[in-house]
């Protein structure tokens, strides 16, 4: 995903095509050529009286959602239907004042204090994961309860589906340190996948969902996507809202048209750039500097020209290092590798660039924050490097941080990458550490976040960027192509 930087100069451009070439792979070609470019002329505008069913029934889930001082903890399961279907955007004032309360009454000393009647893995497992996601920090020690007397999770729990499945999910909310957790991940992880046809066939809801859980957990998932997929199997749920399901539905094909129209104009500006193309990366380079001049300009009128300065220097120093290696064959240590690498791989960049549109609220002071390297940028780089590295190799490069690796311990590529992967689960703790304890709003953080649930879908199995025939294919098709029937 980097890009070697000796070219990357304007007034190298006869360099760049004379003495500089290339180093190429046998990639395939755009799956969709110019097929957005249809979007940006067409009409896509939602019908009145659509956007005023979908207020009215937004209406309807807001009056559902006010708390009951008598029985917060009857909200929870409407909470985790609403984040799933990816409605929460439009109740967060909502659910925060649900999950504050029930924080309030039910949370001691950083533990939850459960009574007898919501004494069960479910309600504990759900109940974490919900106050987490939300930011409070909440002891995992409430799940020792579940174990035996030998200290292990108790087998009698392997066969309660619905318990196990949301104490997987809660153990990927895990920070360093919290050993129950990665006990409880193990567990889970065995037991769900072992989970027989016969287990599953009282319940087809919960048996799809294990499916989905498994092949993408959620909170890594991108929140979108992870919205289509709960939304196609909401129906089976026993007790499923019909109401929170056209809303979702209506919500998913109205934001769908929105982004239609919105990749259909890059598209059309992406290809009136084609009939101009110069030696290689000069356009690129060229575009990347028109685009913070432009936007420097509108931030300028802001009064927040601030906010573009922070984002260009340091990639651009990454990739001069990562052409001088390439040029010298030289292999660096991990450390040296990566220190370079997680710039070079342009997430800080990506990152820090993701603020400017946000308004007043990226003040300064944020993107001074962000120059500070903080653990937040640190951790997603680091998975975003390591999951591309692992897979991209396809074409003569800088050495990967697999070969970095292998060279500095001696060990073959499947120890290192082995090893690499829990440098990928340790960065996943940062993350999660990070989210609790963050000195900048939630906003920010989850910019960050899902950034970093993009390389663990993209990248988790294969490299799905790069062979966009399969998952990126499918997942682009549900986005933006096909809307739900109502």
């Known amino acids: ?85 990816g409605l929460s955007y439009h ?3 909502e659910i925060d004042q649900v999950l504050h309360q029930i924080h309030k009454h039910y949370v001691q000393h950083h533990k939850i204090t459960l009574n007898q009647q919501h004494h069960h893995l479910h309600s504990h497992a759900l109940l974490f994961r919900l106050l987490r996601q939300q930011g409070y920090f909440i002891s995992p020690d409430v799940f020792n309860k579940f174990k035996d007397e030998e200290g292990k999770f108790s087998e ?63 909170y890594r998932g991108l929140p979108r996507l992870e919205a289509r997929k709960y939304i196609s199997i909401y129906h089976q749920h026993p007790s499923h809202n019909q109401l929170l399901l056209t809303l979702a539905k209506l919500d998913f094909n109205t ?39 432009e936007t420097e300009e509108e931030m300028r009128k802001e ?22 290696w390439l040029n010298r064959k030289y292999i660096p240590t991990t450390e040296e590798y990566m220190k370079i690498a997680t710039i070079s791989c342009c997430y800080p960049l990506l990152s820090t660039s993701s603020f400017i549109g946000m308004g007043h609220i990226a003040s ?6 962000a120059q500070t390297h903080p653990n937040i940028f640190k951790a997603s780089s680091t998975i975003c490097r ?4 692992i897979f991209e190799q396809e074409r003569g490069h800088v050495a990967s941080v697999v070969e970095c690796y292998k060279k500095e311990h001696g060990v073959s590529r499947e120890e290192a990458i082995d090893e690499l992967r829990k440098r990928i689960g340790n960065a996943w703790k ?22 970093t649930r993009f390389m663990d879908v993209i990248y988790k199995q294969t490299d799905n960027y790069t062979h966009a025939q399969g998952l990126m294919k499918n997942s682009i098709t549900e986005l933006l192509l096909h809307p739900l029937p109502i």
């Open 1 to 85: 995903m980097s890009i070697i930087a000796s070219t990357l100069s304007p007034h190298n451009d006869n360099i760049a095509s004379s003495t500089l070439s290339r180093h190429t792979a046998d990639y395939h070609p755009t799956l969709w050529t110019h097929y957005f470019l249809q979007f940006a002329s067409q009409s896509l505008e939602v019908d009145d009286e659509t956007m005023k069913r979908i207020e009215t029934m937004k209406d309807e889930v807001r009056k559902m959602l006010v708390p009951t001082t008598e029985n917060p903890l009857g909200k929870v399961d409407l909470i985790d239907s609403i984040q799933r279907l």
């Open 91 to 93: 109740f967060e004032a």
């Open 156 to 218: 009698e729990h392997s066969k309660d589906v619905e318990g196990m499945l949301s104490l997987y999910e809660a153990a990927h909310l895990s920070i360093h340190g919290e050993t129950i957790l990665d006990e409880a991940l193990a567990f889970t992880s065995t037991k769900l996948g072992s989970i027989t046809i016969d287990q599953s066939n009282s319940n087809p809801f919960l048996a799809a969902q294990v499916v989905q859980t498994l092949n993408q957990t959620p």
């Open 255 to 293: 934001l769908q048209k929105l982004h239609q129209k919105e990749f259909g104009n890059i598209c059309k500006w992406d290809v009136c750039c084609l009939d101009d193309l110069p030696e290689y990366l000069k356009l690129p380079y060229k575009e990347v500097l028109n685009f913070f001049e």
């Open 303 to 324: 009064g927040r020209a601030y906010s573009v300065q922070y984002t260009k220097k340091e990639l651009v120093e990454a990739y001069m290092s990562e052409a001088r």
């Open 364 to 369: 300064q002071h944020i993107f001074q924050w």
């Open 386 to 389: 390591i999951m591309d590295d």
């Open 430 to 451: 940062d993350m999660n550490q990070e989210c609790l304890y963050s000195k900048v709003g939630m906003p920010f953080v989850e910019r960050l976040l899902n950034l």
